[in-house]
C-alpha cells in the first residue's frame, strides 16, 4: 500500500507529485503509524462489544459532527447494518444504543464537558469499563485524524 492509498491522504486529497506529497513523503512513516492506528481501532482483533461496521459508523458519525463529508462516506461505506448510525441525526433509539450515540456525541462535540456522570451512564447501561475505553481510543484516533485532514488539505490549498 503506498501512502497515498491511506484513509487520511485520501481524504485530504494529497495526490502524488504534489508539493504537499512531497512533504508528506518525508513523513511516511507518521502517515504510515496513523494508518495503522485507525486499523487497530476500526477492526482490532478484540472489539469487545463495539463489533467492526459499528465503529465504521461510530467513525463516519464523528466525521461527519466534524465537518469531514468526505471522510464520513468513507467510512460509513463499511458500516453495514449499523449504517444508520453514522446519520448524526439518528440518536441510536432504535437500535438500543442511544446512551451510546449521546456519549460519542458528547466526546467529540463537547469534551471538555465529560464527566464522572456520563461514564457511569455507560456503566448503567451495561457498557463494561474495557469497552467505554475501547470507545473514547476511537473517538479520539478521529479526532486527531480529522485534524491532520483539515491540516492536509489546507497544504494542498484546498479549503478546509
Known amino acids: 500500500m503506498s501512502i497515498f492509498d491511506t484513509t487520511t491522504l485520501s481524504a485530504a486529497g494529497v495526490t502524488p507529485g504534489s508539493a504537499t506529497a512531497a512533504a ?6 507518521i502517515i ?23 465503529r ?34 439518528q440518536d441510536g ?3 438500543g ?15 471538555r464537558n465529560i464527566d464522572a456522570q456520563d461514564i457511569a451512564g455507560l456503566q448503567t447501561a451495561g457498557v463494561s469499563d474495557a469497552d467505554i475505553v475501547r470507545l473514547c481510543e476511537l473517538v479520539a484516533f478521529l479526532a486527531y485524524q480529522l485534524r491532520v485532514v483539515a491540516g492536509l488539505r489546507l497544504m494542498t490549498g484546498a479549503a478546509a
Open 24 to 29: 508528506t513523503e518525508t513523513r511516511a512513516n
Open 32 to 54: 504510515e503509524a496513523t494508518q495503522a492506528a485507525e486499523d487497530a481501532v476500526l477492526t482490532p482483533k478484540d472489539p469487545g462489544a463495539f463489533p467492526h461496521p459499528l
Open 56 to 89: 465504521a459508523a461510530l467513525a463516519a458519525r464523528v466525521a461527519a459532527l466534524g465537518g469531514e463529508p468526505a471522510l464520513a462516506e468513507r467510512y460509513a461505506a463499511r458500516a453495514g447494518g449499523s449504517a444508520a448510525l453514522a446519520d448524526p441525526a
Open 93 to 95: 433509539t432504535d437500535q
Open 97 to 111: 444504543l442511544s446512551h451510546l450515540m449521546a456519549f460519542v456525541d458528547k466526546v467529540a462535540n463537547d469534551t
